[in-house]
């Protein structure tokens, strides 16, 4: 079986041009087959800013009425990913720039409304929503998919979605084709046991001591998605998940000890 090295970067690290040319030069190093999934960082926001669209923000998520989609539609899939593609293909990495719409590549559905109506924001129902066959093609064609965090419902719609929940649900699609590992490269150095101290990594996470966390509210806010959507990954097959420093994606590709390792198991 073939490796598959599936990489989610964070909106932070895509907000800082140093960071993110730093991580893209690693990331071009990376061998074999591997994929990108990007967010969105701050720079919607500003770009919406300077057109007068004010983001709404509901614990951390952004509410996407018709001109928000309009926004994170170029943002995201234009202006964001294409930047990536760009500066990628400088590294002599054959990068080709996707959203869910592309090839059909992912599918998802309307968020229901219940307590908030979060507009055109999209959850992918699962494995059977990715487009395995074109995007393994490309793979085969030595070509690099770089994902943005947008979707489409089959109807003619976009949709937003969280690019955590795309980059799990890509490898759990993936996981019976190819050996997948799923790096989650942010700006902390892993899951932390203090949020202050940089320094307190967990190197090795599993369902209990997570579970543990998430009552002492160690962990909280935009770390429980991440961390639900890697162990659901783990639990479907896919081989490794690691959460940690953009700094350090060689050595989380590469089985160094770096960032926090999740395991069904405990350690």
């Keep these: 079986m073939q490796d598959l090295t599936i990489v989610k970067i964070g909106g932070n690290v895509v907000d800082s041009p140093v960071e993110l040319l730093q991580f893209l030069r690693d990331f071009a190093a990376l061998p074999g087959f591997k994929l990108l999934v990007h967010g969105g960082g701050k720079i919607a926001t500003t770009m919406g800013q300077r057109l007068g669209i004010e983001p709404n923000m509901v614990d951390g ?77 490309l793979f085969q064609a030595g070509l690099v998919p770089v994902l943005a965090p947008l979707t489409h419902d089959g109807q003619g719609i976009m949709l937003n979605t969280n690019a955590d929940t795309i980059a799990s649900v890509l490898a759990v699609a993936f996981a019976s084709l190819y050996r997948v590992k799923l790096l989650y490269c942010f700006e902390k150095k892993g899951v932390l046991l203090n949020p202050e101290d940089d320094d307190s990594v967990v190197r090795h996470l599993n369902p209990a001591k997570f579970e543990e966390m998430r009552m002492t509210g160690q962990v909280s806010k935009g770390m429980l998605p991440k961390l639900d959507n890697a162990f659901h990954a783990l639990q479907q097959g896919v081989y490794q998940v690691v959460i940690g420093q953009s700094h350090y994606l060689q050595e989380m590709a590469s089985d160094a000890q770096e960032g926090t390792l999740l395991s069904l198991q405990a350690s």
């Design 61 to 137: 998520r952004r509410i996407t009425d018709t001109e928000t989609l309009e926004l994170v539609t170029m943002v995201y899939g234009g202006l964001v990913n294409k930047n990536i593609v760009a500066q990628l293909q400088a590294l002599s990495s054959n990068a080709i720039g996707l959203t869910g719409a592309d090839a059909n590549c992912i599918r998802a559905t309307k968020r229901p409304v219940k307590t908030i109506d979060y507009g055109f924001v999209g959850d992918v129902a699962g494995a059977e929503a990715i487009n395995t066959t074109t995007l393994s093609a």
